[in-house]
């Protein structure tokens, strides 16, 4: 279960829009998991987590604001 970041904190890099939210945290998972796979790496933090917090930070830029 993901507590940090909250959904509301990461909404609020979307101005509130769901889908777009959705789909910024899709798109920065789906490359996490291309470059682990390269890099053969091995974490214990889920791709989905970890672009939560690089969105909830302002690491990752969304198209909305």
Do not use: F, W
Not at 16 to 37: F, M, P
């Amino acid at each position: 279960m993901m507590i940090e970041p909250s959904i509301d904190k990461l909404l609020s890099q979307t101005n509130g829009n769901k889908y777009i939210l959705c789909n910024v945290v899709s798109k920065r998972a789906k490359e996490i998991e291309s470059v682990r796979r390269l890099e053969l790496a091995d974490q214990d933090k889920k791709s989905i987590s970890i672009a939560c917090e690089e969105i909830a930070t302002g690491k990752v830029k969304t198209s909305n604001k």
